[in-house]
């Protein structure tokens, strides 16, 4: 079992940075494939981005590429998306998730076996 815990989000203004984190408990962590996605009520979710075990290769979104950045921590069971150049379509819930996949699609979240509860970012003009 793992659990997820989001945090970081926040009001910022457009063209604005935030930081989310998410930290990851619970047993067998090892090979942990992770991922963000966002939401906005009234659609699905949606992917932002994807950081594979141990943390060599990140895959992105066309919305958020060159803008965002995601890492992670292994030792410490962290995972983190730099958020740079805010726009107002960055406003929504976004989740950390994981699966235990070596392999799987990037932006299904039918993929993922792990949720947090979700971090809210607001964006003002």
């Known amino acids: 079992q793992v659990q997820l815990q989001e945090s970081g989000g926040g009001s910022v203004q457009a063209g604005g940075s935030l930081r989310l984190s998410c930290v990851a408990s619970?047993?067998?962590?090892?090979?942990?494939?992770m991922a963000w996605f966002r939401q906005v009520p009234g659609k699905g979710r949606e992917f932002v981005a994807a950081?594979?075990?141990?943390?060599?290769?990140?895959r992105y979104a066309d919305p958020v590429k060159g803008r965002f950045s995601i890492s992670r921590d292994v030792p410490q069971d962290m995972l983190f998306l730099q958020m740079d150049n805010l726009k107002l379509e960055g406003a929504a819930t976004y989740y950390c998730?994981?699966?235990?996949?070596?392999?799987?699609?990037?932006?299904?979240?039918?993929?993922?076996?792990?949720w947090g509860q979700g971090t809210q970012v607001t964006v003002s003009s």
């Open positions: 950081i594979g075990w141990p943390g060599y290769t990140a």
């Open positions: 998730t994981a699966t235990r996949r070596s392999s799987w699609c990037w932006g299904k979240p039918s993929e993922y076996d792990y």
């Open positions: 619970g047993n067998s962590l090892g090979s942990l494939s």
